[in-house]
């Protein structure tokens, strides 16, 4: 009965002019609720953030994490209606993200769209979180439309995918091991830094002399695959090695030795391969995204290689349930990823296949 209903109202979306979608994102530690129009118009957000909580263990604990979503998703969700000055007969769908993410944490955001989903008689769609990284970028870039490459860097993901239109990709190249954010969180931690490590570790990079070699994954042509394991294991050696012979570690020069090498593996290989494909944009997004230094040079790089590089807005790095609203827009317009309320939470989304349903 409710996905008869659903099907139908989904259907007629596809030509209806304005679309307003109300969508919700709880895949780690940011709790965040969002309404945006046709996709790239946003009418009223909100971002609850953990970190806070977070920093006292030095990382995120998942069971906290599903706790503190709980605690405060219902009332951002009226906040967000008060703001926007909308009541639930102006929504058209809800969307919310069903994975990459912690488990626990993922599943709050997706019974609380279904129940709302359902109460509402409403269709749902299911979003996958890294394209609706991709997808802030349509929010700081009201003309940016496919084809490009996108460079996904975040706490779980390294990827460098061919966005062929609004819904299909190709995935080009990824990680063999840790994810860029992670190396950098893991970094911090070795280092007596607080979570998150990334903006830390940019802002004491600043400070620094880049002036310790650490390893250099090899850049090999036939296996252009990220890998971070090494760089994060040669880091960590060193500041081993200095404290058994009693030296204190200069943490500004490591932070900018470590940022610069981190920066060049993702920098050289996404430009290596724009060059081979003919891609002529890189659009970047994910939280590491938010790094001033990878910024300033692979938009260098780019500029040397005929190539543009475009990163989202600083508020839309981070986790946000805007980029969802985004994303699930464009599913809409495509007739892809309607879900029924038996949607269930999937933590690990093989990045190899394009959203389908
Ligand atoms: O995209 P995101 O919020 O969560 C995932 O989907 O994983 O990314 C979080 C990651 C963390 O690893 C954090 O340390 C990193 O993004 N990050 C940064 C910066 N800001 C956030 N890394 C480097 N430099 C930054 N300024
Ligand atoms: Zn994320």
Request: proline residues 3%.
């Amino acid at each position: 009965m409710y996905i008869t209903n659903a099907k139908k109202q989904f259907k007629n979306l596809k030509n209806k002019k304005d679309v307003i979608v109300l969508a919700f994102e709880s895949s780690c530690d940011e709790t965040s609720v969002s309404i945006v129009k046709n996709g790239r118009e946003i009418l009223g957000s909100i971002v609850s953030s953990q970190i806070d909580i977070h920093k006292k263990f030095g990382g995120v604990v998942p069971e906290v994490a599903s706790r503190n979503h709980i605690l405060v998703i219902d009332n951002i969700t009226k906040e967000v209606m008060n703001s926007a000055k909308l009541t639930f007969a102006d929504i058209d769908a809800i969307a919310v993200t069903y994975g990459a993410g912690l488990v626990g944490a993922l599943m709050v955001g997706v019974t609380y769209a279904k129940s709302l989903a359902f109460a509402l008689n409403l269709p749902l769609i299911k979003v996958n979180h890294i394209k609706a990284h991709i997808s802030a970028n349509y929010l700081t870039y009201p003309n940016l439309k496919p084809p490009f490459l996108a460079l996904v860097v975040s706490g779980g993901h390294t990827a460098l995918l061919k966005i062929k239109n609004y819904t299909d990709f190709k995935l080009i190249a990824t990680t063999f091991d840790d994810a860029i954010g992670e190396a950098f969180d893991k970094v911090a931690k070795v280092l007596g830094l607080e979570y998150p490590g990334g903006p830390v570790i940019n802002k004491l990079a600043e400070k620094g002399n880049i002036n310790i070699q650490f390893i250099k994954t090899p850049f090999n042509k036939k296996e252009l695959s990220f890998s971070y394991s090494g760089l994060k294991t040669s880091v960590i050696n060193y500041i081993h090695k200095l404290e058994q012979n009693g030296d204190t570690p200069n943490i500004e020069n490591i932070c900018a030795s470590f940022q610069a090498e981190a920066v060049r593996e993702v920098v050289e290989k996404s430009i290596y391969q724009a060059v081979r494909l003919k891609e002529k944009t890189i659009v970047v997004a994910g939280g590491v995204s938010a790094n001033t230094y990878l910024r300033e040079k692979l938009i260098q790089k780019g500029k040397e290689n005929g190539i543009e590089v475009l990163f989202p807005e600083f508020k839309f790095c981070t986790d946000n349930a805007d980029m969802v609203g985004s994303e699930a827009y464009f599913l809409i317009k495509s007739g892809k990823n309607l879900s029924n309320i038996d949607l269930t939470a999937e933590p690990n989304i093989n990045l190899k296949y394009s959203n389908r349903n």
